[in-house]
């Protein structure tokens, strides 16, 4: 008998009728469940006070960093303060570029407070042509006091001198523009002494594996993203279990 003519009948709908609506209402409320899920777990993942901060690195099973060579890399704040932040790094590179960034709050908060020393080893890769020239700026720079402007000069301008067919020269004017010495500053560029601190920095990098640039540690532990999230809460971490 046809549903039409059903309710003609009786006034009511047919057993089929009825499986069929109970189909559908189960189908839509297992629909509304699953949806309903899916916003759930991408509010929950989306939002850091319900899902938890993300597992930080730790310096389980690793060695200790090799202090003593420390000296080949530019060290900056208290000789004995209980942390340190390691960075190797080039010049050319645009994420060390990036990273860079996050310097200043890292000299405020944490270095001229005495809390952490900073070191930065150069790492300048093979495939970054005027890298190692940048690098050999800095250092040009350290001999007069200069080492922090000019390596915050180099980021800033990276765009500028990368492709340059003659780095130094552009070197040479941000040491003038920073009040430096520029002929000392060039006669600089040319010593021996600046290409074995170089190279000191690089072999340091092989003994260690770093192969990329930025590695950023915190003593011995290496970041696992360069933010300044994690390394905040890496360096709160450690400062907290040195005392």
Known sequence: MGEAKNRQKTGKPSALSRRRRRHRFISASLFGVVLIGIIGSVYWLSNPALSGPPSLPTGEDLSPFPEERDRVGVSIGNADAPVVVRE????????????????D????????????????????????????????????????????PMHDRLFAEQD????????????????????????????????????????????LARDLRVTSTPTVLVDNIPLTRNSWAQ???VLERELDEAQ
């Open 88 to 103: 190797f790094a080039d010049f050319q590179c645009p994420a060390c570029a990036d990273f860079a960034r996050h310097h």
């Open 105 to 148: 709050r890292l000299m405020n908060e944490y270095v001229e407070t005495g809390k952490v020393r900073f070191v930065f080893f150069d790492m300048p890769l093979r495939k970054h042509r005027n890298a190692e020239p940048a690098a050999k700026a800095a250092r040009c720079a350290e001999d007069q006091d200069a080492w922090r």
């Open 160 to 203: 500028d001198w990368s492709d340059a067919s003659d780095p130094e020269s552009i070197f040479t004017e941000y040491a003038g523009a920073l009040g430096l010495d520029k002929r000392k500053f060039q006669r600089c560029m040319g010593l021996n002494r600046i290409e074995k601190k170089l190279t000191e920095s690089r072999n």
């Open 231 to 233: 390394l905040q809460a």
